[in-house]
């Protein structure tokens, strides 16, 4: 770790003292960036993800070109249920859809359990030749969808609305449910630990659609998942961050879950969150994505109030409270960056 060129991520997330506030960007290798856009022209998305050399590539991307205190192995969350046996289509502008979405015990039954050193040998692939070429510069961070994520897609197929069919799922058939997750969870534990030993710095557990639960169904079919992952994943210093969209009543179980930072959305307000669970984890976090489409004089605006709205002191890490969007001027990311680096230094000594 102390080799590491830029290490204020990592000192960040364990609440030591940096002397500024680190910035990474949820979504930072995609399509806002020209340079991705060339990559993706000459190969499908799924290749993209399974060819080390490319997925390497457009890792590095914003760490050359936005100047991102980390960097975020490319990949997606849905390349699990894909080894597991499940057929991905990833649609230009509809975004991805499983032909075959699991909505019975027999669909279920054909599920494989996966071995990640197997089965996603190519994620730990880009990992190894990932690290080779960022040259100790930034930390890497390795990731995963939490299990109710992940089951969510596996469930609906694809992006949705309402979530009807996993909610039927889960109301109807809890038994298949917890199953599933149960299965998604040992999985995703053992594929973290895997990245983790290839050589990620940090992982993030992605609950993208934590925030559709009510409370109940939250600890339930999202919560004690992602506490078990975190029990089980083998690490000896890479800090764990979950991201749970929305699960504001959530917090102080999510600070208690033992990860080391908490991820925010933007509909949260980070000062009180700090004041809520800020002694128990670091915090990453918050602003607004579509902020980025204002002037340098909005973005910077914006980033001062999410900086003093932290305050003082370390266990921050700057990030958007969701992915950027694809239609984003770089040179607005490339602003945010800056405006983050400059702005930062006086809430630390
Ligand atoms: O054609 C393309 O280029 C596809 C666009 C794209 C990209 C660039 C997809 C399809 N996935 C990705 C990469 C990706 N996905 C990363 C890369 C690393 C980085 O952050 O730079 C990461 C971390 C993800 C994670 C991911 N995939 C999440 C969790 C984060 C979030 O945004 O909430 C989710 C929900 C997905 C599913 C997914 N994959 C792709 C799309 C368009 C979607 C959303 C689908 C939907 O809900 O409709």
Redesign the pocket.
């Known amino acids: 770790m102390s080799k590491l060129q830029n290490d204020l991520f990592l000192r960040a997330c364990k609440r030591q003292p940096v002397e500024r506030t680190p910035i990474w ?7 806002y960036l020209p340079e ?1 856009r060339d990559v ?1 022209a000459k190969a499908d ?1 799924l290749t ?1 993800c399974k060819t080390p050399e490319l997925a390497s590539e457009v ?1 590095v991307q ?1 760490i050359d070109i936005i100047g991102t205190d980390a960097a ?7 390349v699990i249920p894909e080894a597991m046996g499940m057929e991905l289509i ?1 649609h ?1 502008g509809k ?2 859809i499983f032909t075959s979405p699991i909505r019975s015990e027999q669909a279920a039954n054909l599920l494989k359990e996966i071995d990640p050193f197997l089965d996603l040998s190519y994620v730990l692939d880009a990992v190894v030749m990932t690290k080779r070429a960022l040259n100790n510069r930034v930390p890497l961070i390795g ?1 995963s ?1 939490s299990p109710w ?1 992940l089951l969510a ?1 596996m469930v609906e197929g ?3 609305k309402n979530f009807s069919e996993v909610k039927k799922l889960i109301y109807n058939n809890p038994r298949l449910a917890h199953s599933l997750l149960d299965m998604l969870a040992d999985s995703i534990a053992l594929y973290l630990s895997a990245k983790i030993e290839a050589g990620v710095n940090a992982v ?1 557990i ?1 609950d ?2 934590g925030g559709i639960l009510s409370q109940e169904d939250f600890n339930e079919f999202s919560l004690q998942y992602m506490v078990r992952i975190i029990e089980q994943i083998k690490r000896k210093d890479e800090p764990i961050i979950v991201y749970a ?1 929305g699960v504001h009543y959530g917090l102080d179980k999510l600070a208690a879950s033992g990860a080391d930072v908490v991820g925010l959305d933007w509909t949260m307000n980070l000062g009180s969150v700090r004041n809520q669970i800020g002694g128990k984890v670091a915090l990453q976090g918050n602003m607004d994505p579509t902020v980025l489409y204002g002037t340098h004089e909005k973005i910077k605006s914006e980033v001062e109030k999410v900086l003093s709205s932290y305050g003082k002191g370390s266990g921050h890490i700057f990030n958007l409270g ?2 950027i969007l ?1 239609d984003v001027d770089p040179e607005n990311a490339k602003a945010l960056v800056r405006f983050v680096k400059e702005e930062s230094v006086k809430y630390h000594i």
Do not use: N
Request: charged content about 20%.
């Open positions: 960007i949820m979504r930072q290798a995609g399509r991705y993706r998305f993209m890792t914003p975020i192995i490319f990949s997606d969350i849905l990833m230009e975004g991805p990731f969808g994520t897609y694809k992006g949705s993030q992605f993208t659609w969209k969701h992915g694809p």
